[in-house]
């Protein structure tokens, strides 16, 4: 799913093309892609765009009149930039077109199970309806993030990627930032004091604002492309590296699996040297699952 960085790198270059242009038209070709009814799609077209706008994870489009399109790309849903929009809508993968005099948006969503989702919007209150209510982390000084952290008591893992507590942290960023902060993705926020409250704090910054300055520089006056925005990139220390050497203690990254997400992180730096229990391998193994780091190293080469 893009998150804050890709989603501002989004929101930059949409507004540099699109911003005073006219919407000319929007061609749906998914019927699971729209989700309301009222106002109408219709209603937006012919609208001046004012400019784009972020909530959470959504991206918003800010249109004359009040109006705003609420666009949730979800896991897999990716925008394209194209001087000339595309003959047709529809298919597997192009589920809707965003039609302007200076080019088009498409919206693709690759997989069989389409959840972008395409809100029209009418008013700020309507839109308020969208916010999940997380806080811009980045906006956050110390005390303002260790109160909104601590005002639930959850693991650091579930804290970071919810959207009712921060805006636009998800399943990669949350890796690294944990990794920066050598802290346990397991660790309660109960049970943290001022000082890793203080460090994570500054991951958090580092990470988001490192992370959307370098793409920034990469991208320069481009658009991104589909394959570009993933949450595998190179510089990336934990998330997507499992069985890798970890960058700054050289032990191997490990994960943990839940349903269709994974937890990446390096025992030796962040959970003093303890092998989190995997859902599949540990119950699988029982008492026989490692008890250091270096013993999951062994077995996952077959040492034992």
């Known amino acids: 799913m893009p998150e804050l960085p890709d989603l501002e ?7 540099h093309r699109l911003q005073g242009q006219v919407l000319t038209r929007v061609r749906v070709g998914s019927p699971f892609l729209l989700r309301t009814w009222e106002p109408s799609l219709s209603a937006v077209e012919g609208r001046l765009i004012a400019g784009f706008e972020r909530l959470g994870k959504r991206l918003v489009w800010v249109l004359a009149d009040d109006l705003f399109l609420v666009l949730h790309l979800m896991l897999a849903g990716r925008l394209k930039w194209s ?15 965003f039609e302007t005099a200076a080019g088009a948006v ?22 308020a309806e969208h916010d999940p209510g997380g806080l811009e982390p980045l906006d956050l000084d110390l005390p303002a993030f260790a109160a909104r952290l601590r005002s639930e ?3 650091l893992k579930r804290s970071l990627t919810d959207p009712r507590l921060f805006a636009g942290i998800g399943n990669a960023y949350s890796d690294e930032i944990l990794w920066h902060a050598q802290l346990s993705p397991l660790q309660t926020t109960a049970r943290l004091d001022e000082v890793q409250v ?36 190179p510089e990336f220390a934990t998330h997507g590296k499992f069985g890798q050497p970890c960058p700054r203690c050289a032990g191997l990254i490990e994960r943990i699996r839940y ?4 937890t990446n992180y390096c ?31 062994a077995l996952r080469r077959g040492e034992l």
């Open 259 to 262: 349903a269709d997400t994974e």
């Open 153 to 155: 008591n959850h693991t």
């Open 106 to 127: 498409s919206l693709l969503e690759a997989g069989s199970r389409k959840r972008a989702a395409l809100h029209v919007v009418a008013g700020r209150d309507a839109l």
């Open 267 to 297: 025992p030796r730096c962040q959970t003093g040297g303890r092998p989190l229990a995997d859902r599949g391998l540990s119950t699988l193994l029982k008492q026989d699952w490692p008890r250091t780091a270096e013993e999951l190293e």
């Open 9 to 15: 790198l989004y929101r930059h270059a949409l507004t």
């Open 198 to 233: 203080a460090r994570l704090h500054t991951a958090v910054q580092s990470v988001l604002q490192e992370a959307t300055a370098r793409l920034q520089r990469e991208l320069g006056d481009g658009f991104p492309e589909p394959a570009a925005v993933t949450a595998f990139r």
């Open 83 to 97: 001087a000339r929009p595309p003959a047709k809508v529809g298919g597997k993968v192009l589920l809707a077109v």
